[in-house]
């Protein structure tokens, strides 16, 4: 148990259909992360809050679309995915100030989301 | 930019053998260096870490020694069990870049009985 949880843990879903993950943490961290891990791919970094606001978002396709109501809260919102969007989505999060990242990161179990 | 290189899995050994697996990176500042560790059906665990040089890191028997001059982690374990058998990823981070957690491409290590 490391403070991080995540919902669903399994999802299917259609191309067409909208979607949301959801994650908590209970940490009292200032920093959340969505990542993107695929069967035999490298851990994708999709999106970064510190303090609420999106520091990074690397280039990821319009139809994900996070939200982060508060520093315990990330959502991930899916509308019209692709086949080749199922995979494994992993939140974190971390303690960091205002200069920069530093700290480790605390995961989530994850979400397993196939796409029809 | 910062990268981390790791070495290409799987790795296969028997229980109670020897464990290396290789970590080298690539930093502009001065970065804080993880192994994390993820069973089957899990989410990444830190497994440990180190913030500067000459730091070693341990956790459950797993060793890392961080290398400034061969800018390297390895990760080692004297004596590795069937429940070790996981994906070992290391990353770093350097606060002066101002980006999140860096990882290499993860390990997988099977360890059999």
């Known amino acids: 148990e490391t403070g991080v949880t995540q919902t669903p843990r399994h999802l299917v879903m259609g191309m067409t259909n909208k979607k949301s993950l959801k994650c908590e943490q209970h940490l009292g961290h200032n920093a959340m992360y969505w990542y993107k891990q695929s069967a035999k791919k490298p851990l994708e970094l999709m999106f970064v809050?510190?303090?609420?606001?999106?520091?990074e978002n690397n280039s990821v396709p319009s139809r994900f679309s996070p939200e982060c109501p508060n520093s315990s809260h990330l959502f991930l919102h899916l509308h019209t995915l692709q086949p080749e969007d199922s995979a494994l989505y992993l939140c974190?999060?971390?303690?960091?100030?205002?200069?920069?990242?530093?700290?480790?990161?605390?995961f989530g179990p994850g979400t397993r989301l196939t796409v029809l | 930019g910062n990268s981390v290189t790791q070495m290409e899995g799987p790795v296969t050994l028997s229980e109670e053998a020897f464990l290396t697996i290789n970590c080298t990176y690539t930093?502009?500042?001065?970065?804080?260096l993880f192994w994390y560790v993820q069973y089957p059906g899990e989410g990444l665990q830190l497994l440990l870490k180190?913030?500067?040089?000459?730091d070693k890191g341990s956790n459950k028997g797993f060793e890392a020694t961080y290398r400034k001059e061969t800018t390297s982690f390895h990760l080692e374990k004297g004596s590795v069990q069937v429940s070790d058998s996981a994906v070992y990823f290391c990353a770093l981070s350097d606060q002066k870049a101002g980006t999140a957690l860096i990882f290499g491409k993860g390990t997988t290590l099977s360890v059999s009985s």
């Open positions: 180190a913030t500067k040089a000459d």
């Open positions: 809050y510190n303090f609420k606001e999106q520091t």
């Open positions: 974190a999060s971390s303690a960091e100030g205002t200069i920069g990242f530093n700290n480790e990161q605390f």
């Open positions: 930093a502009t500042g001065y970065p804080s």
